[in-house]
């Protein structure tokens, strides 16, 4: 399914669907920081119904031009809490420093998560490398009603050290870039359940970065994380994008993860820039905001009042 929408400059936006519950592709739209208001107001409300959306032939952009567009949806955010030597602007996603194969929201140990990621391929490998999104609104509309309230009653402890899908690489580069990571301790106490500040929807908050969930045994945190991570994961919940360069992402991260399959060689390079955009502090269906445990994420994002936004 297609819709077709008519921006200022008289240009067709085009919002071709992926799935039932998340992913579109919008043709039509050349990416930058001269994209009048009307466009930008369609490429958000298509980011809100399909979670995440995906540009072709986008060849023209720039980290700057990267940039300069995500200043249209957002405040972006410095690259990354720890990792200082990533650069000004854009955080560089290259399997020189390892692969993203693990289910994850980015970011989710510091108190204020992103609201949004653009990620822009550079250098793909000459097959695989491919990412998956998965919609975590859905996941949790597909509970059962009992495991909804269970889901609600939760909050979980999110932190930078964790077990990167078991990863451990005896290269140089990667473990330097593992100890900037971790080089600063971050943990934060999340409501297992939040409430998307713009579209009111409720969604799990859960990924690779949970330590624990809290007031329950370590078996126990283990059993319920499975359980809840298993339906974010489930394949009806989620998109496949094979990349090609030129290709732009854009997510939700207040309502998705993702996970980049490492399904290449480890001679083939794959680099894409990301940027994050400043966003709320999550709150649970209870009202009760998220509290930091360690570390002040101040330096890395300012907190923007989403809430009622929409």
């Known amino acids: 399914m297609s819709v077709d929408y008519l921006s200022d400059t008289a240009t067709t936006v085009r919002v071709v669907k992926l799935g039932a519950h998340i992913g579109a592709q919008i043709d039509g739209v050349r990416l930058g920081g001269d994209l009048d208001a009307a466009t930008v107001a369609t490429l958000r409300a298509a980011l809100h119904e399909h979670k995440v959306i995906f540009f072709r032939g986008q060849h023209h952009l720039t980290e700057d031009g990267q940039y300069e567009f995500a200043q249209l949806l957002g405040n972006p955010t410095t ?10 602007k854009s955080l560089a996603i290259d399997s020189q420093h390892g692969r993203s194969n693990t289910w994850h929201t980015d970011v989710t140990f510091v108190d204020r998560v992103p609201k949004a990621s653009i990620l822009r391929a550079v250098s793909l490998p000459s097959y695989g490398g491919s990412t998956t999104w998965a919609s975590t609104v859905a996941a949790y509309n597909a509970l059962p009603e009992p495991l909804k309230r269970l889901a609600e009653s939760l909050r979980a402890r999110h932190t930078n050290l964790y ?27 999340h409501p297992v359940v939040h409430v998307h500040p713009e579209t009111g929807e409720r969604a799990l908050l859960l990924g690779c970065f949970v330590k624990e969930l809290v007031g329950v045994s370590r078996s126990e945190s283990q059993a319920l994380f499975r359980l809840f991570q298993d339906r974010v994961t489930r394949l009806e919940h989620t998109a496949r994008w094979n990349w090609s360069l030129g290709d732009v992402a854009i997510w939700d991260n207040h309502a998705t993860q993702h996970y980049a399959v490492d399904d290449y060689d480890g001679a083939e390079h794959r680099r894409l820039t990301r940027i994050t955009l400043a966003g709320e502090i999550p709150v649970g269906i209870d009202g009760v905001p998220s509290t930091v445990i360690a570390g002040s994420a101040e330096s890395y994002s300012t907190v923007d009042r989403l809430r009622g936004a929409a």
């Open 79 to 88: 690259p990354h809490p720890t990792l200082s030597s990533a650069g000004a």
């Open 163 to 189: 077990d990167y899908a078991a990863e451990d690489r005896p290269d140089e580069n990667f473990r330097a870039y593992r100890r900037e990571f971790e080089s600063t301790y971050f943990e934060t106490e």
